[in-house]
């Protein structure tokens, strides 16, 4: 329960039926993973087919990054593999909100857009190649450079950075001989 509750917190889930969706969803991969692994120690031709299939689509999906993934990374995956690819995930790391809890916010107040589709569902799983296409829906109010929110985030960012680079300065520092 601990654990589940470092998730929630760390992920910005609304509630623990988000981060058991997510379990959810993996265990059908690993499931899939184990049948075809079996098939294939069976010989069967069609295994082959459909293991290349999943794992194209996990690649795809971005939860794999391997240039040649086995079922074993499928196997290996963790909860935190799946929840890194969700869009609320996504949008507080590309720094478009605060905190994970404000992405979800921004993007269900419907201010995020993929390419020049608005999504408002923070659980979306993006894939690897929509990623990029990740930015402030045209109509919000928040796609103005000089937004408050936006400023804020800069300067947050720029704190950051600083205090990140402060601690490497002052140890190249001289001492001044004391």
Same mark, same amino acid.
């Given at each position: ?7 929630? *917190? ?39 087919? *459909? ?15 391997? =240039? ?9 995956? $963790?909860? *935190? ?21 404000? =992405? ?23 894939? $690897?190649? *929509? ?12 796609? $103005? ?17 600083? =205090? ?15």
């Amino acid at each position: 329960m601990e654990e589940e509750r470092k998730l929630l *917190e760390k992920y910005g889930l609304k509630n623990k039926r988000e981060l058991w969706k997510a379990q959810s969803i993996l265990r059908g991969f690993r499931r899939q993973a184990r049948d075809l692994q079996a098939r294939l120690r069976a010989g069967e031709g069609q295994a082959q087919r *459909e293991t290349t299939l999943l794992l194209d689509r996990l690649v795809r999906l971005g939860v794999l990054t391997s =240039a040649s993934p086995t079922n074993d990374d499928v196997l290996a995956l $963790s909860t *935190e593999d799946l929840l890194r690819r969700r869009l609320e995930w996504i949008v507080f790391t590309k720094s478009f909100a605060p905190t994970p809890r404000g =992405a979800r916010q921004v993007i269900v107040h419907g201010h995020v857009a993929i390419g020049d589709h608005r999504v408002t569902r923070p659980g979306y799983l993006v894939r $690897s190649a *929509e990623e990029g296409q990740i930015s402030y829906s045209p109509q919000s109010p928040l796609a $103005s450079e000089d937004h408050p929110v936006r400023v804020a985030i800069r300067e947050r960012e720029a704190a950051r950075e600083s =205090a990140r680079s402060a601690p490497v300065a002052a140890m190249a520092a001289p001492d001044g001989g004391a």
